[in-house]
């Protein structure tokens, strides 16, 4: 399993209450990264994550990763989802469709292996989707250090094109599942904002800045500036920059048609050897004058 897989999940997933920690997401991610797109998906497949794959997608040792695999792995079968759907279109009515991630899950002892099968009811919402929906690469969450992190990053994620999103307290906790946690906005901040915007600008490849908003004396909104990460071209080692001993960009600049590299840079340093000799002569013959 490659950390650039990639993960689709409908819009109205991601915007749902739910709890997962950062290995129960990790689990969660790459499994629907497994999900084909170019066919019909039944919950009768079943996606599975290795012992060896957890600890390369976590940077983990592997003893490390088989005991996070199966200690997540068990608790996953726990989880719900609220999700909340309006069946007339409109935001006036409203239905709540509470279910699981999972309907089952193996896990093999011996070899670190858990399988699962996706419910029924979620399945809609990770595959055969045509509009409403966001993407991006497993490798972008799997690092974190926070599960707030990576919740985050998928909200901001929908809303790439524009670059900035404004988000309720509110909303965070609600569907967060934080309900009564962190009362106080300094400990919301530390506990829950500082992480997850760390990790978002240290691990994915968004950049983001925020700013809070307030209502009256208390403050009730995020508003967030992000973007995409320009791609940063490594730079070449000294030895990348050298050919024969001759920099790159004095062979491209004193080349001549048809030349390759090293005939350039054997040309070149041959060159630079007979100036030198005459040099040399010429400061001789001056010295002698002088004397």
Avoid at 11 to 37: G, H, P
């Amino acid at each position: 399993m490659e950390k650039n897989a990639i993960v689709v999940k409908s819009n109205a997933l991601i915007e749902t209450s739910y709890q997962l920690s950062l290995n129960e997401q990790v689990i969660i991610l790459a499994c629907i990264s497994q999900i084909r797109r170019d066919e019909p998906v039944t919950d009768d497949i079943m996606y599975s994550i290795s012992g060896t794959e957890f600890a390369s997608l976590c940077g983990s040792n592997l003893k490390v990763a088989y005991r996070d695999l199966r200690s997540a792995a068990l608790k996953l079968n726990a989880r719900r989802v609220r999700i909340t759907k309006y069946p007339n279109g409109k935001g006036n009515r409203k239905k709540v469709l509470v279910t699981g991630w999972v309907q089952s899950i193996e896990y093999t002892d011996g070899d670190g292996l858990v399988s699962l099968r996706f419910t029924r009811d979620i399945l809609p919402y990770l595959s055969e989707l045509k509009q409403c929906f966001t993407s991006y690469k497993l490798k972008n969450v799997v690092c974190m250090s926070s599960s707030y992190g990576a919740r985050l990053y998928e909200s901001l994620m929908q809303w790439k094109d524009i670059g900035e999103r404004e988000i309720s307290i509110d909303w965070i906790r609600k569907n967060f599942l934080l309900e009564k946690k962190y009362p106080q906005m300094s400990d919301f901040k530390k506990r829950v904002l500082d992480p997850a915007i760390k990790d978002i600008n240290e691990h994915s490849d968004l950049w983001v800045k925020w700013q809070q908003k307030k209502t009256g004396a208390k403050v009730t909104h995020l508003k967030f500036k992000f973007g995409l990460k320009k791609e940063q071209k490594p730079k070449p080692s000294k030895s990348e920059t050298k050919i024969q001993g001759v920099e790159k960009s004095i062979i491209e600049k004193d080349a001549k048609p048809g030349e390759s590299y090293e005939q350039a840079a054997i040309r070149i340093k041959k060159l630079k050897s007979v100036i030198e000799k005459k040099q040399k002569a010429t400061s001789k013959e001056i010295e002698t004058v002088t004397i």
